[in-house]
């Protein structure tokens, strides 16, 4: 990744933000400039929350834990899809635009409805782990111990915070909106490799195994170079793209 100037202190900074909210039909997209007097170590998050606070109660954005855990916060940031709570202002020019990620419902201002497209997608792709015949009984095998490379492996592909900059990035999801994305196929995998999983390969290349799922994928690598958490996404996708083939 390209390493940003970090920028001279003390400036005022110019944050133009891409303003509409869809149920009011008076309201018409727009930008909007505020002024913000930058301090030492702010975020994008704590320059919101000041305009917010101080300048405009009506600016619309989203944020639960502010430590880059929930995915709540994320936006484009001058082009590029990136989380407001983990974006510092110094690393910025002083003229910052904000925009909503593309692909999802809008709700308003800079907040949109990555939950329901998250949940559309997981319940698409059945992501949940499949037993036959489980009783009560076999409850506890569902928590039976595995080896720690494995459960490294696992813990690896569940780090997605399920942010939506992977989708943002990418050019097949702006273009088709059946397309799974990074992040479903990223679950696909996890479940893929989990022995407590009984589906068969052929269950789970039957879910993703066309143009909305890996064949869609034009390897741009925009999720994999967005992504917050430096998830080897697009390795995910060539894993699935590969075990495809060998199965025939």
């Known amino acids: 990744m390209t390493q940003i100037p970090v920028q001279q202190l003390g400036r005022t900074l110019q944050i133009e933000i891409l303003r509409h909210n869809p149920r009011d039909p008076d309201s018409v997209p727009h930008l909007q400039t505020f002024e913000v007097e930058e301090a030492d170590a702010m975020t994008l998050f704590i320059a919101l929350n000041e305009i917010r606070e101080t300048q405009d109660p009506s600016l619309q954005f989203d944020f639960v834990c502010r430590a880059g855990i929930c995915g709540s916060c994320g936006m484009i940031i001058n082009g590029r899809p990136g989380l407001a709570c983990r974006t510092l202002t110094h690393q910025l020019p002083q003229r910052i635009t904000l925009a909503p990620l593309p692909a999802f419902e809008l709700i308003g201002d800079l907040s949109v409805n990555t939950g329901k497209w998250m949940r559309g997608m997981s319940e698409r792709l059945e992501t949940w782990v499949h037993r036959q015949d489980l009783e009560q009984s076999d409850l506890d095998s569902l928590e039976a111990p595995m080896e720690p490379q494995l459960a490294e492996q696992l813990y690896e592909l569940e780090r997605c915070i399920e942010c939506g900059c992977c989708i943002a990035a990418c050019g097949t999801a702006q273009m088709r909106e059946d397309f799974v994305g990074a992040v479903g196929l ?19 290349y039957e879910l993703v195994g066309d143009e909305t799922g890996v064949f869609g994928c034009m390897t741009l690598l925009g999720c994999e170079d967005m992504c917050p958490k430096d998830l080897p996404l697009a390795t995910q996708i060539a894993f699935l793209r590969r075990r495809m083939v060998m199965a025939g």
């Open 186 to 204: 990223n679950q696909i995998t996890r479940f893929r490799l989990d022995p407590r999983d009984e589906r068969s390969d052929a269950q789970f």
